[in-house]
């Protein structure tokens, strides 16, 4: 909940805001869906929720809607609902690269790297300047034994990113010690 002192907070603005936007027309989805997150950022989850399914009735491709229904049943310990919310994100959009990350995040720190893989790999393909995905791409080929190829993810990891002590780990403990600017921070 948020504490309120005499002034109204920016959730609660914005929350104000979208419920006159949905009472005023509730058939724009796109009101609804702000007013979802609005509810979401509150912690109102049950609320959120609600508005999110109502969004997905009218398009039930909205990958913003998916995506933080994930996003809600991850934070509130629902991780097989989660876990079904972010896949359908990735059928509609298969380089979403936060759906993909939270579900890389979730394998990783199940041990369930072939699952990480086939999350992280089309939108690493798609956005290959996103370092924290080449990363779990990297972890997840070191952990399946695709040492050479673990190489190949971290080193750009670090290229996009040069203080990602994952990475610089990572090639640390596959006997690499990283190259650049990189090396000078270990």
């Given at each position: 909940?948020?504490?309120?002192?005499?002034?109204?907070?920016?959730?609660?603005?914005?929350?104000?805001?979208?419920?006159?936007?949905?009472?005023?027309?509730?058939?724009?989805?796109?009101?609804?869906?702000?007013?979802?997150?609005?509810?979401?950022?509150d912690q109102q989850y049950d609320r959120a929720l609600a508005e999110y399914d109502r969004v997905l009735q009218q398009r039930p491709k909205d990958t913003a809607?998916?995506?933080?229904?994930?996003?809600?049943?991850?934070?509130?310990?629902?991780?097989?609902?989660?876990?079904?919310?972010?896949?359908?994100?990735?059928?509609?959009?298969?380089?979403?690269?936060?759906?993909?990350?939270?579900?890389?995040?979730?394998?990783?720190?199940?041990?369930?790297?072939?699952?990480?893989?086939?999350?992280?790999?089309?939108?690493?393909?798609?956005?290959?300047?996103?370092?924290?995905?080449?990363?779990?791409?990297?972890?997840?080929?070191?952990?399946?034994?695709?040492?050479?190829?673990?190489?190949?993810?971290?080193?750009?990891?670090?290229?996009?990113s040069p203080d990602l002590q994952e990475a610089k780990d990572g090639l640390l403990r596959l006997g690499e010690v990283p190259r650049g600017p990189v090396a000078?921070?270990?």
């Amino acid at each position: 909940r948020l504490v309120k002192t005499g002034e109204t907070s920016t959730t609660q603005a914005d929350g104000d805001r979208w419920t006159a936007a949905v009472q005023a027309n509730p058939g724009d989805a796109t009101a609804r869906l702000n007013l979802a997150y609005a509810y979401q950022q509150d912690q109102q989850y049950d609320r959120a929720l609600a508005e999110y399914d109502r969004v997905l009735q009218q398009r039930p491709k909205d990958t913003a809607a998916l995506y933080n229904k994930g996003v809600i049943y991850m934070t509130t310990g629902q991780s097989k609902k989660g876990e079904a919310a972010l896949w359908d994100v990735l059928k509609i959009d298969p380089g979403h690269a936060l759906a993909a990350k939270e579900l890389g995040d979730y394998y990783a720190a199940k041990g369930q790297y072939k699952s990480l893989l086939v999350a992280v790999k089309p939108a690493v393909e798609s956005k290959p300047t996103l370092a924290d995905l080449q990363y779990l791409m990297g972890l997840a080929y070191e952990k399946t034994g695709k040492i050479e190829w673990a190489k190949e993810r971290y080193t750009p990891a670090l290229k996009y990113s040069p203080d990602l002590q994952e990475a610089k780990d990572g090639l640390l403990r596959l006997g690499e010690v990283p190259r650049g600017p990189v090396a000078a921070s270990i």
